[in-house]
Nanobody, 114 residues
Framework: VQVVYSGGGLVQAGGSLRLSCAASNNIFGRAVIGWYRQAPEKQRELVARISAGGISNYADSVKDRFTISRDNARNTLYLQMHSLKPNDTAVYYC?????????WGQGTQVTVSS
């Protein structure tokens, strides 16, 4: 099983980024999946989740700024991020809800400068 990330990078506060996570072997299927993030010296946290039917939920810290979406045919998960803040800086990961510890991979780094 392989997950390929794209879209991370360095952006100024107030900017936008779009993350994607493409999984092999159709592993996402009909599962609830989501984006997690881990900032330096902090625990990993769930920031957004989405069902196979497209129902989404967000952490309060990202609500109204982030939008999660998925393309079931392409087995790909997306996270559109707007109005980014320095405290959004973290490594972002996609995974199941609850997470599968073998799927974490390297994630994608998002760095927001002030």
């Amino acid at each position: 099983v392989q997950v390929v990330y794209s879209g991370g990078g360095l952006v100024q506060a107030g900017g936008s980024l779009r993350l994607s996570c493409a999984a092999s072997n159709n592993i996402f299927g009909r599962a609830v999946i989501g984006w997690y993030r881990q900032a330096p010296e902090k625990q990993r946290e769930l920031v957004a989740r989405i069902s196979a039917g497209g129902i989404s939920n967000y952490a309060d810290s990202v609500k109204d700024r982030f939008t999660i979406s998925r393309d079931n045919a392409r087995n790909t998960l997306y996270l559109q991020m707007h109005s980014l803040k320095p405290n959004d800086t973290a490594v972002y990961y996609c995974n199941f809800i609850p997470p599968n510890r073998t799927l974490w991979g390297q994630g994608t780094q998002v760095t927001v400068s002030s």
